[in-house]
């Protein structure tokens, strides 16, 4: 079956360190990858996705994602994080070419950030 | 901001009530998806609707309905609401039926009391 894993719940990581949220995918096929993410009370902004091409996507908000077909990842990253960046973050992937688009979510990861 | 528009941001209701949440795709978008997310169910796939047809269904409860008019724009009706049913619901849209960017609404907070 399809899924979405993000295996940390809760990362903390200090104001100007770098960071990088882990995300694994299970698909038959090719999936389109996206994170997303969602400030307290607010909805699910769109960072970054992957289609295809290069590996090597660029985002909003200075993130990028590498995709990885040889790990099933989909890593995020970021040199040097901001107090703002705190936030929850999903990682989501849909079938390519599927007849239904839905996303499946990963259960997502909690960032806080220490000044 | 997404250009999806959820309308109402906050609802408060009693339970057994019956309640519609209304959702604006972008514009020229023909797909719209509704998904649940509370604290221990996480972000749930609800339903999704292609230029005014069901295309895929979810974890969607019977209680649960949509649908998608000519213009495009979507209702979900929750009824005979229960404390469970208490989540904050986001309406998402693309352009197609598959593979293309989806992008979210701000979501309706619903609380059941």
């Known amino acids: 079956a399809q899924s979405v894993t993000q295996p940390d719940i809760h990362i903390t990581v200090s104001e100007g360190a770098s960071l990088e949220l882990r995300c694994n995918y299970s698909?038959?096929?090719?999936?389109?990858l996206f994170w997303y993410v969602q400030s307290p009370g607010q909805g699910l902004q769109l960072l970054l996705k992957y289609f295809s091409g290069d590996t090597l996507v660029q985002g909003i908000k200075g993130f990028e994602a590498e995709f990885k077909r040889s790990q099933s990842s989909f890593n995020l990253r970021k040199p040097s994080v901001h107090w703002s960046d705190a936030a929850e973050y999903f990682c989501a992937g849909v079938n390519y070419g599927g007849s239904q688009g839905n996303l499946i979510f990963g259960k997502g990861t909690k960032l806080s950030v220490k000044p | 901001d997404s250009g999806v528009t959820q309308t109402p941001k906050h609802l408060i209701t009693a339970t057994g009530q019956r309640v519609t949440l209304r959702c604006s795709p972008r514009s020229g978008d023909l797909s719209v998806y509704w998904y649940q997310q509370s604290l221990d169910q996480g972000l749930q796939f609800l339903i999704q609707y292609y230029n005014g047809e069901e295309r895929a269904k979810g974890n969607i409860l019977e209680r649960f309905s949509a649908q998608q008019f000519p213009d495009l724009h979507s209702e979900l009706n929750l009824s005979s609401l229960e404390l469970g049913d208490s989540a904050l619901y986001f309406c998402?849209?693309?352009?197609?039926?598959?593979?293309?960017?989806?992008?979210f609404g701000e979501g309706s907070w619903l609380t059941v009391v």
């Open positions: 698909y038959g096929a090719t999936p389109y």
């Open positions: 998402a849209s693309s352009a197609g039926v598959s593979g293309n960017t989806i992008y």
